[in-house]
Nanobody, 125 residues
Framework: VQLVESGGGLVQAGGSLRLSCAAS????????MGWFRQAPGKERESVAAIGWNGGNTYYADSVKGRFTISRAYAGFTVYLQMNDLKPEDTAVYYCAADRSLDGLATPVADEYEYWGQGTQVTVSS
């Protein structure tokens, strides 16, 4: 079972990136999904999450209005659209799948069982 992130890179402040998370080995269509990030010297933090049916979402206050999480069930992919990026958004971004089925969006890292390897996002000022 694998979650593979892509779409990271270097962007100037004010720019946009779209992260993707693709699953292989099993379907996560009934799992809530989340995006987390970890900057150097800082703890991992929840960025956004989406419920199993896409009906509810969670966003950290620091990204509200700038980031959008979505999911596509065909082929199963989770996206994180990031607009108006700021230097403080620089971090490694991780995709994760909740261990429970049919759950709501949650920012609690301990609820997630499957994690991707991460993709680097660097925002220059």
């Amino acid at each position: 079972v694998q979650l593979v992130e892509s779409g990271g890179g270097l962007v100037q402040a004010g720019g946009s990136l779209r992260l993707s998370c693709a699953a292989s080995g099993r379907s996560f269509s009934r799992n809530s999904m989340g995006w987390f990030r970890q900057a150097p010297g800082k703890e991992r933090e929840s960025v956004a999450a989406i419920g199993w049916n896409g009906g509810n979402t969670y966003y950290a206050d620091s990204v509200k209005g700038r980031f959008t999480i979505s999911r596509a069930y065909a082929g199963f992919t989770v996206y994180l659209q990031m607009n108006d990026l700021k230097p403080e958004d620089t971090a490694v971004y991780y995709c994760a799948a909740d261990r429970s089925l049919d759950g709501l969006a949650t920012p609690v890292a301990d609820e997630y069982e499957y994690w991707g390897q991460g993709t680097q996002v660097t925002v220059s000022s």
